[in-house]
C-alpha cells in the first residue's frame, strides 16, 4: 500500500507539473545571415502542438563589432517573429521580441566564430499539457501495477565497468528539473537495478543542453543557477524514496560540459543532451 500511494503521487507529480510547462528551442542562422534561417524546428513544434505565446530573443557571434551585433540579433529576432505570425495566422500571441546582442567567446577566438551563438531562442507557453497522458490516473488508481508485476527489468549492466550509462527515455522538461511522464518506466528500471545489485554505488550525473556561454543552465522552478545539479538530484530523490541507502548515491551537475551532440541543430539534439547518465562507482 506504501508503495502504490508513492507510485500515484510521483504519477500527479509529473502531470500537474507538465501541464504547467514552457518549451524553448532554438532555430540557427549561417555567418552574418539576418534573414534566412532553418525552420524545422518551428516547423516541427507547430504541427504537433499548440501553444498561446511566444517570447522570442536574438543573439550574434563574437564576430563584428558590438553595435554591429547588437542591430544583427535584433534583426534576426524580428525575422523569427514575422515567420511566426505567418505560419501561425497571428494565433499566437508574441509577448516580446528582443535582440540581446553578442554572446561572448568563450574559448580561443577564431575566424570562424560560434555557430552555436548564431542564433533565436523562442520560448513557447503552453495552456495545455505538450503531451496527452494515455491512461487517466482514475484508472491507474483503480487497477494499479506495481514495479514487480509491470514487465520491467533491471538494466543490463557490467558491474566491473566503470562506463557511464545513459538513462535513454529520461527526458527532462525544458529549463526544469522534472522529468517527462514519458520517463517513469526508465527510473523505475534504474530502481530494480539498484534492488537487483545489493552493493552497487553509483553517482548519478545531470547535464543540460542549449548554452553553452555559462557553465549551468537556470533551473525555473528554483530560480537558481544549478539546472544539471537539480536534473541528477530528482533521480537521487527518488531512488532514496523508494529505499535505496543513501550511501549508495550520489548525485553532481555537469552542466553544459560534455554534450553528446554538438552542435546542436535539432530538437532531437538538444533533447539527447538535456539528459541524467550514471557512472558505477563500485
Known amino acids: 500500500m506504501h508503495k502504490l500511494l508513492l507510485s500515484i503521487l510521483f504519477q500527479i507529480c509529473f502531470i500537474t507539473l507538465y501541464a504547467q510547462t514552457d518549451k524553448k528551442i532554438s532555430v540557427y542562422f549561417d555567418l552574418d545571415e539576418r534573414s534566412s534561417f532553418r525552420k524545422q524546428p518551428i516547423n516541427q513544434l507547430l504541427d504537433s502542438l499548440t501553444p498561446t505565446s511566444v517570447e522570442i530573443i536574438g543573439y550574434a557571434d563574437y564576430?563584428?563589432?558590438?553595435?554591429?551585433?547588437?542591430?544583427?540579433s535584433e534583426d534576426r529576432a524580428n525575422e523569427v517573429a514575422a515567420y511566426i505570425k505567418l505560419k501561425s495566422k497571428d494565433?499566437?500571441?508574441?509577448?516580446?521580441?528582443?535582440?540581446?546582442?553578442?554572446i561572448a567567446a568563450n574559448v580561443a577566438e577564431s575566424a570562424e566564430g560560434n555557430s552555436n551563438n548564431r542564433r533565436v531562442d523562442l520560448v513557447f507557453s503552453f495552456s495545455?499539457?505538450?503531451?496527452?497522458?494515455?491512461?487517466?490516473?482514475?484508472?491507474?488508481?483503480?487497477?494499479?501495477?506495481?514495479?514487480?508485476?509491470?514487465?520491467?527489468?533491471?538494466?543490463?549492466?557490467?558491474t566491473t565497468q566503470?562506463?557511464?550509462?545513459?538513462?535513454?527515455?529520461?527526458?527532462?522538461?525544458p529549463g526544469r528539473h522534472y522529468p517527462l511522464p514519458e520517463s517513469k518506466d526508465r527510473l523505475d528500471q534504474l530502481l530494480l537495478t539498484m534492488k537487483k545489485y545489493k552493493t552497487l554505488r553509483i553517482e548519478v550525473q545531470g547535464f543540460i543542453c542549449c548554452d553553452y556561454t555559462r557553465f549551468d543552465g537556470m533551473d525555473n522552478d528554483?530560480?537558481?543557477?544549478?539546472?544539471?545539479e537539480n536534473r541528477a538530484k530528482f533521480i537521487y530523490d527518488f531512488l532514496i524514496r523508494e529505499g535505496i541507502d543513501a550511501d549508495r548515491v550520489s548525485y553532481k551537475g555537469y552542466g553544459s560540459?560534455?554534450?553528446?551532440?554538438?552542435p546542436e541543430e535539432t530538437e532531437e539534439d538538444r533533447?539527447?543532451?538535456?539528459?541524467?547518465?550514471?557512472?558505477?562507482l563500485k
Open 257 to 262: 560540459s560534455k554534450p553528446k551532440v554538438f
Open 222 to 228: 528554483t530560480q537558481t543557477m544549478n539546472l544539471s
Open 271 to 280: 533533447q539527447a543532451n538535456r539528459r541524467v547518465e550514471i557512472k558505477i
Open 91 to 102: 494565433n499566437i500571441k508574441i509577448t516580446s521580441i528582443q535582440g540581446a546582442g553578442e
Open 162 to 173: 566503470t562506463k557511464n550509462i545513459v538513462l535513454e527515455g529520461v527526458e527532462f522538461i
Open 63 to 72: 564576430l563584428g563589432s558590438t553595435a554591429y551585433n547588437q542591430k544583427l
Open 128 to 158: 495545455i499539457p505538450l503531451t496527452k497522458v494515455k491512461t487517466p490516473l482514475s484508472e491507474r488508481v483503480k487497477t494499479p501495477i506495481a514495479i514487480s508485476e509491470s514487465g520491467l527489468k533491471p538494466l543490463d549492466i557490467d
